[in-house]
């Protein structure tokens, strides 16, 4: 699975999103009436998505992106449009399919919608929302806005430098939201010399053979935990083994945490992961990253076998939980929340100013689109 399967040439004209008209809309008490009912479904997007028989994976994910109202806005907005820095590769073809997906679900009178654009961007078959995330979705947005041509990177570099570097020339939405840095240390066993490197990460994978969260943070994150490749010392210039630490060195607004159940070649592990509402991070933090507390906005869940199974998801809309599998959305209780088998979770940081979808805007839209 790629990222270059996008549908370009011809067929593009069909996927533009139908132009929104917002002057002369009946806003009288009578036609306020006759929406009120759906009016929270479009504000709030409760809406279902069709499976065509194998795009549950994607569905799954898209209501998980739909707990995210900043995206909400940028593509109701179509905010991408004001891009304008002359190193575009491929223009803006996915940010419309997803505008255009965005205002469907928003706009829509019915209770379920069709993910048809969407759907091209993927290739046929049983696929996995990881991957969906970080082959297609991901890397399509940022190729789309972020910088094609950009200064190297210098091994020396320290933790604002390269910071500094990333967030100058990856500038799209899914760095804004999701881009974090790693800090890693590496320290030689023979002379205790410390070398740092710092990358930036999108998504945190963990191991998906403990009992909870803080197991498999920490067992991809434990101080001192020896290499298995040989490593030479630019002090000593020994080469030997070492100790690496990980620790995060930015923390992102929205941490997206992908427990790796499904490893090519082996058995799924089906094990419940505990996993809280709300997640402390500090110890896995250097300095920089402070002291970040996360709260839970939502779940992916992949029910079934390394070759087959079912998605759906869990998320939190306007305060409440919700369970989307498919065309069912059913409000659940939040004893419910944390009993699912988690894939992928959705995390806010504390303090972060959350927006809002633009309810106004999305009311009048809904009335001219209807």
Not at 22 to 29: C, E, G, L
Not at 36 to 56: D, E, F, H, P, R
Not at 63 to 81: D, R, T
Not at 271 to 297: E, M, N, W
Request: aromatic letters at 12%; glycine letters at 4%.
């Amino acid at each position: 699975m790629g990222a270059n399967l996008l549908p370009y040439g011809n067929d593009f004209d069909s996927h533009k999103p139908k132009p929104v008209i917002t002057t002369k809309v009946d806003v009288s008490v009578d036609s306020k009436k006759k929406v009120q009912k759906k009016q929270s479904k479009a504000i709030y997007s409760l809406v279902g998505i069709v499976n065509y028989s194998s795009n549950c994976y994607l569905n799954a994910g898209m209501q998980c992106l739909l707990c995210i109202p900043e995206l909400s806005n940028y593509f109701l907005e179509e905010q991408f449009e004001k891009v304008t820095h002359t190193t575009i590769k491929t223009g803006f073809v996915v940010s419309r399919i997803l505008a255009e997906f965005y205002k469907q679900v928003f706009y829509t009178s019915e209770t379920e919608v069709h993910p048809k654009t969407i759907v091209k961007l993927c290739p046929s078959g049983q696929q996995d929302t990881h991957e969906f995330f970080s082959k297609i979705l991901f890397p399509s947005l940022q190729d789309e806005v972020n910088f094609a041509k950009t200064p190297e990177r210098s091994e020396g570099w320290d933790s604002d430098q390269s910071w500094e570097w990333y967030t100058k020339f990856h500038i799209s939405i899914v760095d804004t939201l999701f881009s974090g840095q790693y800090e890693s240390r590496v320290r030689c066993k023979s002379c205790n010399n410390i070398s740092f490197t710092y990358d930036p990460f999108l998504i945190v994978s963990l191991p998906a053979n403990y009992a909870d969260i803080e197991s498999c943070f920490k067992a991809d994150f434990e101080s001192d935990s020896n290499t298995k490749i040989p490593y030479k010392c630019d002090k000593c210039k020994e080469t030997t083994t070492a100790f690496k630490t990980l620790n995060i060195d930015r923390a992102p607004q929205y941490l997206v945490i992908h427990l790796k159940r499904l490893v090519a070649g082996k058995k799924k592990i089906n094990d419940f992961i505990a996993y809280p509402q709300t997640l402390p991070l500090a110890k896995y933090c250097t300095h920089r990253g402070k002291s970040p507390v996360y709260h839970l906005r939502a779940i992916c869940v992949h029910k079934g076998g390394s070759l087959s199974g079912h998605y759906y998801s869990v998320g939190m809309r306007n305060g409440k939980w919700y369970l989307f599998n498919d065309t069912t959305v059913r409000k659940i209780e939040e004893s419910e929340v944390l009993t699912h088998e988690a894939y992928i979770l959705f995390y806010i940081l504390e303090g972060c100013s959350q927006e809002q979808p633009n309810y106004l805007s999305v009311i009048v839209a809904y009335l001219a689109y209807n």
